[in-house]
């Protein structure tokens, strides 16, 4: 592996110093640095706008935004203010991050690990269906895998059917995945992911006593000033608030860098290598489905001195620390036969807004004799 990379995979676009200076003035004026300050709260309430003009469900009903201090605390935190009893079954795919199964563990609940849709990538209702016809499951936390949004309604109209509960993880996909009151959702604001601040997470959710439990459990469970119950501290710093408002209001230019960047990749290979999706969404990371040729491709290209990563693989049921979690397929089996095909084909890709075409054109001439054409 080289040490320094001519294309690197991934770059973080935050705010400059001048754009974030205003807001940090405002904290040490404030002397104010922690423990849900104005910055903090003023950013909450501006990405419960930014959720709803993106979200139709949610803009018809009140809905809750509350920070962490990652996305991590985020979906720990969801859970554990979920009401779900201590051992409950909870199903997602074996395609994701290992922090999506690692939450379900943490917080006392057991994860069943499953395939996901070949054409989307996604575990789906109908694929929960068939997982539930062979063993018992009490929630479902499906990912919004690479940034693409999945079908919120259709989770909802699940979850009312059903009676099982769902949750989602859609990490990378703030700006782009609707949110519907009914179904928690949390959001990463990582550096690398699209609208990234640093560190932090959020969970949104028109269910307010799930928000009200999660803010205080992040904050060691205090009320008037004692612990009621066991919490923690994974509040989100005032300095990111500052970041993630200098960030709202620059985020529609990181969108369109990330959009031209996108559209040149695809003028260059062909939209048939890349998600269905993408046609309409501009990923958080982008994978280049190489058609079983993943291991030609990354080698060429990382002797070109250009980086890959292969997102998310190996997939969790290889992980050492999920060896005693169940795997259940659609038909029952332990064969995840989707994500196998996907590990051998994909390839993920250079993509941020500092890529040039040129950049762009060396990647994607290195990549084509690999795929074979």
């Not at 809905?63 to 203010?81: D, K, P």
């Not at 079983?292 to 050492?320: K, M, V």
């Not at 005693?324 to 994500?339: C, W």
Request: with cysteine; glycine share 6%; hydrophobic share 45%.
């Amino acid at each position: 592996m080289l040490d320094e990379w001519k294309i690197k995979c991934l770059v973080p676009d935050l705010p400059s110093l001048d754009e974030v200076a205003p807001y940090i003035r405002q904290m040490d004026e404030a002397h104010w640095y922690s423990n849900f300050g104005p910055l903090v709260m003023a950013f909450e309430g501006k990405m419960k706008a930014f959720l709803a003009d993106r979200s139709p469900a949610l803009a018809a009903r009140d809905a809750h935004v509350v920070s962490f201090s990652s996305a991590t605390t985020a979906l720990e935190l969801m859970l554990r203010a979920s009401g779900l009893p201590e051992g409950s079954r909870i199903l997602t795919p074996a395609l994701t991050f290992s922090a999506t199964a690692a939450s379900i563990k943490i917080t006392g609940h057991v994860p069943i690990l499953t395939d996901v849709d070949p054409v989307t990538w996604d575990l789906t209702p109908e694929i929960a269906r068939k997982v539930m016809a062979e063993t018992p499951v009490d929630a479902i936390l499906p990912v919004a895998i690479y940034g693409y949004p999945i079908d919120m309604d259709a989770w909802a109209a699940f979850q009312e059917e059903t009676g099982v509960r769902v949750f989602v993880d859609a990490a990378a996909a703030l700006g782009q995945q609707p949110v519907h009151p009914d179904v928690p959702v949390c959001f990463s604001l990582h550096a690398t992911k699209p609208f990234g601040i640093g560190e932090g997470g959020l969970l949104v959710t028109g269910d307010e006593k799930l928000a009200v439990l999660a803010r205080r459990l992040s904050n060691f469970a205090f009320v008037d000033g004692t612990s009621r119950e066991i919490g923690t501290n994974a509040k989100l710093a005032e300095v990111l608030g500052a970041y993630g408002l200098a960030q709202l209001a620059r985020f529609d230019r990181v969108y369109e860098k990330r959009r031209h960047v996108h559209d040149t990749y695809v003028r260059e290979l062909g939209q048939d290598r890349f998600h269905p999706k993408s046609a309409e969404f501009v990923p958080g990371t982008l994978l280049v489905d190489t058609r079983g040729r993943a291991t030609a491709a990354t080698e060429r290209l990382n002797a070109a001195g250009i980086q890959t990563r292969q997102w998310y693989f190996p997939p969790l049921s290889d992980h050492a620390a999920f060896h005693d979690v169940a795997v259940v397929a659609p038909d029952g089996s332990r064969n995840l036969v989707v994500i196998d095909r996907l590990q051998n084909s994909l390839v993920g890709l250079p993509f941020h807004a500092f890529l040039s075409d040129e950049d762009i054109k060396t990647v994607a001439a290195e990549l084509r004799p690999a795929m074979g054409n």
